[in-house]
């Protein structure tokens, strides 16, 4: 019987215990024993890297709100040339962390990509002080989508405050597409209100899946 090891532990910045766990050569996140992200489900994050990369310009500089376990900048690193620029911010100093130590033969070796940069810290503030060092398309799986899960604070990138400052942090005809847990009508309709395309795409957890059990909200800027 193959047993389930807990490799390391930490508090989210809202006290909750974040843990990593490996099991039968798979890894588990779980905040409060509840399941966040597994390596077995990678499908969604992939599709998200696809749709975000289908019409970049020849140096595209990318942005990706939330690491987790690498499988979006993974694809996103297999799309794009070596004149792109990918900048990945993470909430959590020790999901970094852990992405290096205990995933490094997961894709925890592409954090030293030479066109990966690492931020620790919120997605958001990165967003707010972009300035005129704006994006051709940022990528947000953060938390749960528009009902956070992790923390609180998450909120604001789905209000409409947060939607239009990540609009002016795009170029023109750049994409936005935030990850989420479910669908939900009224975010979509408050990126409607902002942005001159919204598409909601149903996805995958993996392969194989029966159902699409998660959303992705695809925006673009006029």
């Not at 019987?1 to 099991?23: N, S, V």
């Not at 750049?174 to 009224?186: E, L, M, N, Q, T």
Request: with cysteine; glycine share 8%.
């Amino acid at each position: 019987m193959k047993i389930t090891r807990t490799l390391a532990t930490c508090k989210t910045p809202d006290g909750a215990q974040l843990t990593l766990h490996e099991h039968d050569g798979h890894h588990f996140l779980k905040v409060a024993g509840l399941q966040l992200m597994s390596t077995t489900a990678s499908s969604s994050e992939e599709q998200m890297a696809e749709l975000s990369c289908a019409h970049l310009p020849g140096r595209p500089r990318i942005l990706i709100g939330g690491l987790g376990f690498g499988f979006t900048l993974k694809r996103v690193l297999a799309l794009t040339g070596p004149d792109a620029v990918v900048d990945v911010a993470e909430l959590l100093p020790e999901v970094v962390a852990w992405n290096r130590e205990f995933l490094h033969e997961v894709n925890g070796k592409l954090l030293d990509d030479p066109r990966v940069r690492i931020h620790v810290g919120d997605v958001y503030d990165l967003i707010d002080r972009c300035g005129s060092d704006r994006y051709h398309a940022i990528l947000l799986d953060v938390d749960n989508g528009p009902d956070p899960f992790v923390q609180k604070g998450n909120e604001r990138l789905y209000a409409q405050k947060g939607i239009t400052r990540i609009k002016n942090a795009l170029e023109p005809e750049g994409r936005v597409i935030f990850w989420s847990a479910h669908p939900d009508k009224s975010f979509a309709q408050s990126l409607k209100g902002t942005f001159k395309h919204v598409e909601c795409i149903s996805a995958k957890a993996y392969p194989k899946a029966k159902r699409f059990t998660h959303t992705l909200f695809v925006a673009d800027r006029e």
